[in-house]
């Protein structure tokens, strides 16, 4: 794959991957940018040996799950409990409004484990299915399963009224 | 709450993104750091190219050489094969050796005869 095979896959993905990354970064946009961006360098370094171009987004999902996941390991912060106005004090001036509407959903997201939340994300907002989530997440579909439980149970109680 | 609200909810997630294009721009900035260090690897690689067939040549003149000039086995078998035939190993040793004729060995035996008839004499004496 040549850097305008990868580029134009990119440009079809970004969208989708970036609101992935606000949503799963508590609507950290820098982070989510930051995180994004190295995913996408990783995948363009791997791309040359790469011509599944079915299999790109799936490819691409994984590459950038994993940077989170280091991501959210560096992050002692994030490793113990909420610390949602951290988030919303890097989050610029022009998002505040916005980062208000999704407070609550923020709040809730924050409350799940990475594993939950990579799956409810992927499976809600994402409408992947079971199994491609499992790919992405590199385990099981019972675990997806089980996370998506954990995760749908722990979100109705935060967002419920 | 039901499923299918969770899937509203998220459905109706719309954040305002910083612009996609500063994103492009910021990462097209890093394929071009990667692509610059990429390519000096690579012209080293062109550079070598040009010189393979000539090293593929090189190493199956030096197989065929081996290969002919390899010494032929030899006829006993506690002789080591590094050793050159009985018939080739006489060769060389005509070219560096002079053999005494048939005359000069019968003289040579006749003349030891002789010494030691004498020496039998003295001994005797």
């Known amino acids: 794959m040549n850097r305008e095979q990868f580029t134009f896959l990119v440009r079809k993905e970004l969208p989708g991957l970036r609101r992935f990354l606000l949503a799963a970064c508590s609507g950290n946009g820098q982070e989510a940018d930051d995180i994004a961006q190295e995913a996408l360098l990783k995948a363009y370094t791997a791309s040359a040996g790469f011509e599944d171009e079915s299999g790109f987004s799936r490819w691409l999902y994984r590459i950038a799950c994993n940077c989170l996941a280091d991501h959210q390991r560096k992050d002692s912060v994030r490793a113990g409990t909420l610390n949602i106005e951290k988030a919303y004090s890097i989050s610029s001036a022009s998002h505040s409004d916005e980062t208000f509407d999704y407070q609550d959903l923020y709040r809730a997201i924050d409350g799940l484990t990475p594993g939950e939340r990579t799956a409810v994300l992927l499976f809600y907002m994402e409408d992947r299915p079971i199994r491609e989530i499992a790919t992405i997440m590199n385990t099981s579909e019972g675990t997806v399963k089980a996370s998506l439980s954990r995760g749908r149970s722990h979100l109705r109680e935060k967002l419920k009224g | ?125």
Request: charged letters at 25%; glycine letters at 4%; hydrophobic letters at 40%.
């Open chain 2, 1 to 125: 709450m039901k499923d299918q609200e969770l899937y509203d909810i998220f459905h109706s997630y719309h954040p305002e993104m910083s612009s996609e294009e500063d994103f492009m721009a910021r990462l097209n900035e890093q394929m071009d750091a990667i692509d610059k260090k990429r390519i000096p690897s690579l012209r080293e690689k062109t550079k070598l190219r040009p010189f393979l067939p000539w090293a593929a040549g090189i190493a199956a003149a030096i197989a065929v050489g081996l290969f002919l000039f390899k010494p032929s086995e030899t006829n006993c078998p506690g002789e080591a094969d590094i050793y050159p035939a009985h018939q080739d190993y006489q060769t060389m040793l005509s070219m560096t050796q002079s053999f005494p004729t048939f005359e000069e060995t019968v003289a040579e035996i006749e003349q030891s005869g002789q010494q030691l008839q004498m020496a039998i004499a003295e001994m005797k004496e």
